[in-house]
């Protein structure tokens, strides 16, 4: 995981450390850092950015002759990344209201059924009563396949039939919650192409009819700037809130964290690292920080 990036930013703290560090030795090597950096799924204006904002920090330093720099570079390049990823406490965020409502959009593809489902175990884990609401009424096998995780986490689903209005059911979900205690209403909505503004109308519709607490974007860090597209079209229909990514586990690469987080400057919560109800992690961005700048010296 994140390992081209590790190297990418190796590469970079070998050249520069042989050099003293003024802006007409950074020119080169920054531009080959922008570039690797793009290599590994980071967005070109955010690459652009993260190296414009390392220089800042690195020209002018004074380092003495023959000493090594690569700490200064790490911790300089540790610092931008803290300024860039973030992360918020769901469980704090859902314990602030009853019920709290919890939307979630995304493209076909990205896992979006199956990471509600470990939403919802990590909540129950967490003592949190969820209701899940099948809002997906237009694709086929969609409430087969949320009643399925529904009844392995022992958890109510509220749908209607194929094609019915997907906002009535997240109101009726938020009804039932109501009368009968619930916490928390995980609502699950078809997976569409943020170019489809049929379907996008769709979503804005059910996102004024529920008002969610919460609005979770789900995006395949291996979709890369892709993923970065998406999240930018669907934040102009609905504002989104926080970010789960899925398939880190796959990732080698890391960049699709890195340009979401700076471009819409909204959290990332988890990070989806299999298939299984447990393969959820909290999002920490010093672990990814740390992940892309171990040993990077020796890379």
């Known amino acids: 995981m994140f390992e081209k ?57 004074k380092v003495k002759r023959f000493e090594d720099i690569s700490p200064v570079i790490e911790s300089s390049f540790r610092e931008i990344l803290r300024e860039t990823l973030s992360t918020a406490d769901l469980l704090n965020m859902v314990k602030s209201k009853k019920p709290f409502l919890i939307m979630f959009v995304g493209i076909n593809g990205t896992g979006k059924t199956t990471t509600i489902a470990k939403v919802a175990k990590y909540l129950i884990d967490n003592h949190i009563s969820v209701v899940l609401s099948c809002s997906d009424t237009f694709r086929a096998g969609s409430e087969e396949q949320l009643e399925t995780h529904a009844g392995r986490l022992n958890i109510k689903v509220i749908k209607h039939r194929y094609g019915a209005d997907p906002a009535a059911v997240a109101y009726d979900a938020i009804i039932y919650a109501k009368s009968n205690g619930i916490e928390s209403v995980l609502i699950d909505t078809a997976g569409r192409m943020q170019t489809d503004k049929g379907l996008m109308d769709e979503l804005l519709k059910i996102y004024r009819v529920v008002n969610p607490d919460l609005t979770i974007f789900i995006g395949d860090s291996l979709a890369g700037n892709d993923a970065l597209q998406q999240a930018q079209d669907f934040n102009k229909y609905v504002k989104l809130d926080a970010v789960i990514l899925t398939k880190v586990d796959a990732d080698s690469k890391g960049g699709a964290a890195i340009s979401i987080s700076n471009t819409i400057k909204k959290p990332i919560l988890f990070l989806g690292v299999g298939q299984n109800y447990a393969d959820l992690i909290p999002f920490d961005p010093s672990w990814v920080i740390e992940n892309i700048l171990a040993k990077t010296s020796k890379n």
């Open 5 to 61: 990036l590790k190297k990418a930013l190796g590469d970079f703290v070998t050249d520069v450390s042989s050099k003293s560090i003024s802006e007409g030795d950074l020119e080169n090597s920054l531009w080959n850092l922008q570039m690797a950096l793009v290599e590994c799924d980071v967005a070109l204006p955010v690459a652009e950015e993260l190296c414009n904002r390392l220089k800042q920090k690195l020209v002018g330093v």
